[in-house]
């Protein structure tokens, strides 16, 4: 094999020799893809289409001692590193430009103990993946929204889910992590072993090593539940908004909601109302009956509904390969103004796949100590999402400008905060909003944890924490 011209850490080029690269390629299980290999172009897509990056190597890891194999090579090298989990992430962090790109894709198995209620899922596992082994027993934890994002990402940056109000974060659900550390070296962290690290590991994302599997506290859920969506006119958002805000003030932690200003299926803008209970679904019914009779809706497709499919209920709309932009903060509350705000900017959007979301928190997630994990923003009530999202290239600027607007108007109701798994590129979004994701108050503990696991910053493809 010829020599390589790859990445490095630093953002110059070196010559790795090519015998370095076959033996590699001969000491792992996986595979090792080169630009031009086939299966190359599928391993470096992710589901943000706005993000085409070419990695220099990927290795398709078959388990940890690959993934051992590809940090030690890496360090040896000094290349730059990225690593893919789920590959979900809106900024584009699983793949980097010239690079050594460890893909997890491969690893992606889940293993449930039915009888100590405990699930652990391989680096690479989807949630669902996840969903289809636990529900097996009826039982999860707090996921992500849409079944092809990663166990990983998701829970390494907090993790919001329908759950949450019943069971907290995903991270808050942890009981361990398994991880190659910047040496090469494995570790396992929880509550007693390397709890330090385990503290980080809960909201610190990518920044202390490559998480090779994850076990989490599981609970009874479903199988069946009561939950979907119910679509309005548009017109109707300032009522609808209004009612459900009224209704999750008051609701048990079981029901969970979320409000979406997006498009319905027949292409009339409109106001979407998810709720999801996580309990008898006769008394979900009951529950969630106010949002159901708000005058005709569009179309009404709440009802008893396996759990699984809730886990996919938004996958049709956020689709792998269109191009897609983010802004976020968290609210503090979400007063009439602000209701009046997203509604307008709705009306003004350029393109029918975007969509401004509106997250009820609090519940479990409220009750959890702010200084037990890195996720910072216990007390938010509500997280906005402002979702870019278009086909034609073209008006790329269009739509991040509406996207950024859109933000800068909801910014007189936003809190300090930021959640870390919405924020986009550092450079997009400025260092402050990555001090504001982890918290002012907790990045010394961030940074000394930082210069502990990776005093040489290999990981530095996420939302970014610099050792000293
Ligand atoms: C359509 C969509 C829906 C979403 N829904 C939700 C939701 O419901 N709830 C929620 O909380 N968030 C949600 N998110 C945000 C999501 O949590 C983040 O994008 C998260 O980073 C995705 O994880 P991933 O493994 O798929 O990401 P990737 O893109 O693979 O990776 C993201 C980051 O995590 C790091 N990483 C990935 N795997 C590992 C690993 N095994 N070890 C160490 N570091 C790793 C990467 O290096 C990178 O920095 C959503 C995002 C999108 C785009």
Known sequence: ???????????????VPGAAVEALAGGVRGELLLPGSPGYDTARDIWNGMINRRPGII???????????????????????????????????????????????EMRGVHVDPMARRARAQGGATWGDFDAETQLYGLSTTGGLISSTGVAGLTLGGGIGWLARSHGLACD???SVDLVTADGDILTASETENSELFWGLKGGGGNFGVATSFEFQVHPVGPEVFGGMVIYPLEQARD????????????????????AMGTAP??????????????DPKEGEALVRPLREMGAPILDAMGVTPYRVIQTLIDASMPHGRRYYFKSSFLD???????ETVIGQRVKCPSPQSKIIIEFLGGAISRVPREATVFDHRQALHNLLIIG??????????????????????????????YMNYLGTEADEGANRILAAYGPGKYDRLVALKTRYDPTNLFRMNQNIRPT
């Open 173 to 175: 659900n942890l009981i």
């Open 389 to 418: 999202a278009w086909e034609d290239a073209a008006t790329d600027e269009a739509n991040r400008a509406w996207a950024r607007e859109t933000w800068e108007v909801m910014q007189p109701h936003a809190s300090e905060g930021v």
């Open 266 to 279: 027949d292409g009339q803008k409109a106001v979407i109302l998810f709720a999801v209970y996580n309990g």
């Open 333 to 339: 509350a979400l007063p009439d103004d602000a209701i």
């Open 59 to 105: 290795l398709r890891c078959a388990g940890t001692s690959d993934v051992v194999a590809a940090v030690r090579f890496a360090r040896a090298h000094d290349l730059l590193v990225a690593v893919k989990g789920g590959g979900h992430n809106v900024a584009g962090n699983a793949v980097c430009d010239g690079g050594l790109m460890i893909d997890l894709t």
């Open 240 to 259: 609808c908004l209004t009612r459900f805000r009224e209704l999750m003030a008051g609701a048990p932690d079981r029901l969970a909601g979320m409000a």
């Open 1 to 15: 094999m010829d020599n390589l011209d790859i990445a490095t850490r630093e953002g110059s080029v070196t010559t």
